[in-house]
């Protein structure tokens, strides 16, 4: 599964776990979905989003095509 979510944390200079505080996710929830280990839920998608200041559209093309 592609999704941009590394690509886009490192535009803006964060850490996983800086992310996933900013989520309100586990750390190890981001390192999976950025690996594409783990499929996120809507709900993870969105919190993400939100996170990162960009539509869900951004980060998880493929998921969305």
Same mark, same amino acid.
């Given at each position: 599964?592609?999704?941009?979510? @590394? !690509?886009? #944390?490192?535009?803006?200079?964060?850490?996983?776990?800086?992310?996933? =505080? $900013? &989520?309100?996710?586990?750390?190890?929830?981001?390192? @999976? !979905?950025? #690996?594409?280990?783990?499929?996120?839920?809507?709900?993870?998608?969105? =919190? $993400? &989003?939100?996170?990162?200041?960009?539509?869900?559209?951004?980060?998880?093309?493929?998921?969305?095509?």
């Amino acid at each position: 599964m592609e999704n941009r979510l @590394r !690509v886009l #944390r490192a535009e803006r200079c964060i850490s996983q776990e800086a992310l996933a =505080k $900013l &989520a309100g996710l586990s750390r190890v929830t981001v390192n @999976r !979905v950025e #690996r594409g280990s783990h499929i996120p839920d809507g709900r993870t998608m969105m =919190k $993400l &989003a939100q996170a990162l200041g960009r539509p869900v559209a951004d980060l998880f093309p493929a998921l969305l095509a």
